[in-house]
């Protein structure tokens, strides 16, 4: 008897059956440390699972759907194109990202807006009842966590009668899940850099003759955007941002390989009226446009550009985009928060960057900064590279708290903050480490370590009550958690 039939078939249900299958953080520093090398099995698997619940490739390839890859900026770049599409007014916009920051419905968007939870059930239970035990696949092999958020997407978009789709890969791009899309409306790569390195680490044999370097750095940026243009289609047009000289080679010889038309945007596209945090916010927004004029071409007989000036629609789009947990300011007198959930050595230092340019009006007020990122392994680097953007900047951090992503101490986690891809909150050794090395980069801030996020808040709202600056970053779980807390109500 399949497995469901036992379950009540309400929201907390499913997030409890989805949560399960999660790789584990033994599991993912056991690839971390081997060098596992990402597979097909994503691809193949997702093209028998579609098959499981009902749909063939001919059913997918009705989702008109603009595909990004990347290492920064894919999450936003995604979110800019679906809101420049609302403001053409093209009806039932989809919109498909990762991470979520406080409920996992915000991953399968309609117009701006998560789907229901009647929405999320009805899919869930549709594709658990046709793969559940004593079916047809063995309970070891379901599809794990965001692969069976993917196979809900189509589901939902199919049904819905979505005019298109924008869709964020997951990890990698070759080998990633939402890669069976497998004819885009058009693709487009954001910024690159070392970022989930071993996963799509190619051994020696399999490299391309084209790569020009074996080893060090530049040999990891060419795997990387290998693994990245893994989502260019042939025949169907590609755009990325400027890359650097390693990853612009790749990139134009995969677009051979596949035959695609690839084109490096203008970065010299003009916002009237838009200030951007940075030239790769820019940079992201010129390709979202790009994208969104693609579509717009296509089927609505316009253009977001045209001679070489952005339209009216475009700049709204762009103005209204729901950037939550990027670049994010919060004013809760006395609290000022920043948040932003970079996870990567350049990101980190753009968030120095805009912290640093941002609060120099009010330079009396005292900052703090609330940071976790997950692995150890990486996080040093991303911490330096904050600390030397802060510092360049003329900011002096008086207390950085570390703490993990947990929400609360006691209780019950949050069903949509479950994640057993992270490490045991019980021993705090990185979040130690991580203070030991703030210190030895600035002996004169307050270092403080706490379990979880709640109390990590209640740190900072100890310090004082006549205003002070809290910059939280290192994690897009962290900023989500965070906002969870400032604004319950979802």
């Excluded at 936003?76 to 996992?104: D, F, M, Q, R, W």
């Excluded at 051994?203 to 370097?213: G, N, Q, T």
């Excluded at 084109?263 to 790009?290: I, M, R, W």
């Excluded at 479950?418 to 600035?442: F, K, P, T």
């Amino acid at each position: 008897m399949p497995e469901s039939s036992s379950l009540s078939r309400g929201y907390k249900s499913a997030l409890e059956c989805l949560n399960r299958p999660q790789t584990g953080h033994a599991r993912l520093e056991e690839i971390r440390r081997t060098g596992c090398k990402s597979d097909k099995s994503g691809v193949m698997e997702m093209r028998k699972w579609l098959e499981i619940i009902g749909y063939t490739m001919s059913d997918l390839r009705r989702l008109e759907i603009i595909h990004v890859a990347g290492t920064k900026g894919k999450g936003s770049t995604c979110t800019y194109v679906a809101s420049i599409l609302k403001e053409y007014g093209i009806p039932k916009v989809g919109l498909y990202t990762s991470p979520h920051l406080k409920n996992v419905r915000e991953r399968i968007q309609i117009d701006g807006v998560p789907i229901s939870e009647e929405s999320f059930v009805r899919a869930f239970f549709k594709i658990w009842d046709k793969i559940a035990p004593g079916d047809r696949l063995d309970h070891n092999n379901r599809p794990g966590y965001f692969r069976y958020l993917t196979l809900m997407s189509f589901d939902v978009y199919l049904e819905e009668g979505v005019n298109v789709a924008v869709y964020e890969k997951g990890v990698g791009g070759e080998n990633d899940s939402t890669n069976v899309i497998e004819e885009p409306v058009a693709t487009g790569i954001t910024g690159l850099g070392i970022d989930h390195e071993r996963k799509l680490q190619m051994a020696s044999d399999l490299r391309p003759s084209y790569f020009r370097f074996s080893e060090g750095d530049p040999a990891k940026k060419e795997q990387i955007a290998w693994h990245k243009s893994g989502i260019f289609k042939p025949g169907r047009p590609a755009f990325s941002v400027p890359q650097g000289s390693e990853a612009e080679h790749v990139l134009r010889h995969r677009a051979v390989e596949k035959g695609v038309p690839l084109t490096f945007v203008d970065s010299g596209l003009e916002f009237p009226g838009l200030n951007f945090p940075s030239t790769v916010h820019k940079q992201n927004a010129t390709l979202a446009v790009t994208l969104a004029d693609t579509f717009l071409c296509k089927h609505a007989k316009t253009q977001a550009i045209q001679s070489n000036r952005i339209s009216e629609e475009a700049l709204r789009g762009l103005k209204y985009a729901p950037l939550a947990g990027r670049c994010q300011l919060i004013k809760e007198w006395p609290m000022e928060w920043y948040l932003d959930g970079a996870h990567t050595e350049d990101s980190l230092s753009i968030v120095g960057r805009w912290f640093s340019k941002t609060v120099t009006s009010t330079s009396s007020l005292p900052r703090l900064l609330i940071f976790n990122h997950q692995s150890q392994r990486d996080g040093d680097a991303l911490l330096k590279s904050l600390f030397y953007s802060l510092q360049d900047g003329n900011i002096r951090i008086q207390r950085a708290i570390f703490c993990t992503n947990k929400l609360y101490k006691n209780g019950p986690e949050k069903a949509d903050f479950v994640n057993r891809n992270r490490n045991s909150v019980h021993s705090l050794e990185a979040q130690e480490h991580y203070g030991n090395l703030w210190h030895s980069l600035d002996e004169s801030s307050e270092i403080a370590v706490v379990s979880t996020v709640k109390e990590a808040v209640s740190l900072v709202k100890e310090t004082g009550n006549q205003g002070m600056q809290t910059l939280v970053t290192g994690s897009f779980h962290l900023v989500g958690a965070l906002l969870y807390l400032l604004e319950p109500d979802v």
